[in-house]
């Protein structure tokens, strides 16, 4: 017994498209939609490895305001002051040390001794209270850094802190990030010069920096500390 066709769908009648149901413009929006999602989370996975690594959280280049003024281009290039005469622990404990009022005042009790710029260490020395600085170069509390060791080993004050006898006020010019940190540890043979270099801005190692910084590596017994304990402890 043949069945009578349904009216609905008669032999030659096209079937009811989706077109019919949502609008064209629907395909569109769904691929946005799509993109937008996946955008999203690549966005949400790369944000926060940009930010930070980002000057504006590790502090590079950023200018820092100090309670005094000091020019390190005035005290080093045109007074020739060594960074060891101020930052005398640098060479055998973990902080580079800040220079006591006194040993400003041994030098400014007769140079600049009315200057208003100079009245908080005039202040401090006769009050006997310090001067809280701001820190420029910093490092997480769960990060151990020892100067003496890295400036016993041959890396040199310009490797981490730039041409600070270049700048009318210290800034960061390093990341001091992990990554900066390790790829230092990896290789320190690039990095290293002469212990009577350390302090030295100007020096250059010229073509041979690989060969020199292999001799010293060896001589100071320089290894490549790239496991965790080494900096988390």
């Not at 001091?176 to 390790?182: A, D, E, N, Q, V």
């Not at 990095?191 to 190692?205: E, F, G, K, V």
Request: aromatic share 8%.
């Amino acid at each position: 017994m043949e069945l009578a066709p349904s009216p609905h769908f008669e032999r030659g009648q096209p079937h009811e498209s989706m077109a019919s149901v949502f609008p064209r413009w629907s395909n569109t929006a769904f691929r946005l939609a799509i993109a937008a999602v996946i955008l999203g989370g690549a966005a949400a996975v790369a944000a926060p490895m940009i930010y930070v690594r980002s000057d504006w959280n590790t502090g590079r280049h950023l200018p820092v305001q100090q309670p005094v003024q000091f020019d390190h281009r005035h005290h080093v290039q045109d007074d020739a002051i060594e960074c060891r005469f101020c930052h005398y622990t640098v060479g055998r404990a973990a902080t580079a040390g800040m220079p006591a009022t006194a040993d400003c005042m041994g030098c400014h009790s007769q140079i600049w001794n009315q200057s208003p710029k100079l009245e908080l260490v005039r202040n401090s020395y006769f009050s006997d209270t310090p001067i809280v600085w701001n820190r420029v170069n910093d490092v997480p509390d769960f990060v151990y850094f020892n100067h003496a060791i890295h400036v016993n080993k041959g890396v040199g004050c310009v490797t981490c802190h730039g041409r600070v006898d270049q700048m009318p006020e210290v800034r960061q010019v390093t990341p001091m990030t992990m990554g900066w940190c390790l790829e230092c540890h990896r290789a320190p043979e690039r990095h290293l010069r002469p212990l009577s270099a350390i302090t030295d801005m100007d020096w250059d190692p010229g073509p041979d920096a690989e060969r020199i910084g292999r001799q010293i590596a060896q001589q100071l017994g320089v290894r490549h500390l790239v496991h965790c304990s080494a900096c988390h402890r």
